[in-house]
């Protein structure tokens, strides 16, 4: 089975700094996908950012951008010059490639954004 | 946009009522899925479907069953709530290997 870890239950920044967020996983197989989602206080889960395993680019949106490091089993989020507005639970999820299309879930990281 | 919508956002009700959560999206997806989301646990698969009256048992599935009459909707039901069923609830959507889109959430107390 996957397991997904998120080692760091809370982080706090000032705005405009930069953050990263770790996440490890752990699977035998070769192809998937990795996702961050966020959750802010209003509890609407947004996708953040996509990777799927086989390529080897990481992914980027905006001031978002991850460090996948498949040998390593690492998925890392950096944000960018940090917004009041990231201010949310992040969670770090998996799914395989093939078969049923179900998400494992790390614990979370409440990343504060402070003015 | 896709859009998947809970039917209640919040939902008080008593130890031993049934309990149904409503969940509908409109983007025609095969996939459906129901999350409980507890504090320091992350989110645990309750059940998923991949299609109508299909319905596939998740990490946590006792207390709980579904039902999937029509694609569009996948009901969440507590037979018999308890107060260990206190938590956020959360329904999910997806297309092959693009993640999920997810519902506001219903928060339930059970009491």
């Known amino acids: 089975a996957q397991t997904v870890t998120q080692s760091q239950p809370e982080m706090s920044v000032q705005e405009a700094e930069t953050v990263t967020l770790s996440c490890t996983y752990d699977?035998?197989?070769?192809?998937?996908?990795l996702f961050w989602y966020k959750q802010p206080p209003s509890r609407q889960m947004i996708l953040v950012i996509r990777?799927?395993?086989?390529?080897?680019q990481n992914a980027t949106e905006n001031r978002f951008s991850v460090n996948f490091q498949k040998a390593a089993k690492s998925f890392s989020l950096k944000i960018s010059d940090s917004q009041l507005g990231d201010t949310a639970m992040y969670f770090c999820?998996?799914?395989?490639?093939?078969?049923?299309?179900?998400?494992?879930f790390g614990q979370g990281t409440r990343l504060t954004i402070n003015p | 946009d896709v859009k998947v919508t809970q039917s209640s956002r919040y939902l008080v009700k008593r130890t031993g009522e049934k309990v149904f959560l409503e969940c509908v999206q409109d983007?025609?997806?095969?996939?459906m899925f129901w999350y409980r989301q507890d504090p320091g646990l992350g989110l645990r698969l309750i059940y998923f479907?991949?299609?109508?009256?299909?319905?596939e048992k998740g990490d946590i599935p006792e207390g709980y069953s579904v039902s999937r009459e029509k694609k569009e909707r996948f009901s969440l039901i507590l037979e018999s709530a308890s107060t260990n069923q206190t938590s956020m609830y959360l329904c999910?959507?997806?297309?092959?290997?693009?993640?999920?889109?997810f519902g506001s959430g219903t928060r339930l107390t059970v009491v």
């Open positions: 999910a959507s997806s297309s092959q290997g693009l993640g999920y889109t």
């Open positions: 699977t035998s197989e070769n192809n998937y996908y």
């Open positions: 990777q799927e395993a086989y390529k080897q």
């Open positions: 999820a998996f799914m395989k490639h093939e078969g049923a299309q179900k998400l494992v």
């Open positions: 983007m025609d997806h095969e996939n």
């Open positions: 479907s991949y299609d109508v009256k299909m319905k």
